[in-house]
């Protein structure tokens, strides 16, 4: 069985053919912020505070996938990864962002 920081390496490098090293290592320290309370939300509810917290996460996301062409998508179920980068080519009317994130590229947060 693969370690988590086995699987986390390995998607830093898928990260890092998209985008550059240290946008690859921001993207997934928003994502394990985000993973955390993507958590806290289901087991307690945020606080005005952590939900501030959530969209100025939200926003450095976007900034960095904006650079490559890209969308960050929030997926907000702490059962799954928090952060995804999608190609701005592959959303249309009929393949909105909530409906494809999964097909793009998932960001570790662990």
Do not use: F
Request: contains cysteine; neutral net charge.
């Amino acid at each position: 069985m693969e370690s988590i920081r086995a699987i986390r390496e390995r998607n830093l490098l898928d990260i890092a053919k998209t985008t550059t090293g240290d946008d690859a290592i921001l993207l997934q320290r928003i994502s394990h912020r985000l993973h955390q309370l993507d958590e806290n939300s289901c087991n307690y509810g945020l606080t005005k505070r952590q939900e501030k917290r959530v969209d100025r996460l939200e926003e450095q996301a976007q900034a960095i996938a904006g650079k490559y062409l890209m969308l960050a998508y929030h997926q907000s179920d702490p059962r799954g990864w928090s952060l995804y980068l999608v190609s701005k080519a592959a959303i249309t009317e009929t393949q909105p962002i909530d409906a494809i994130y999964d097909r793009g590229l998932a960001i570790c947060p662990h």
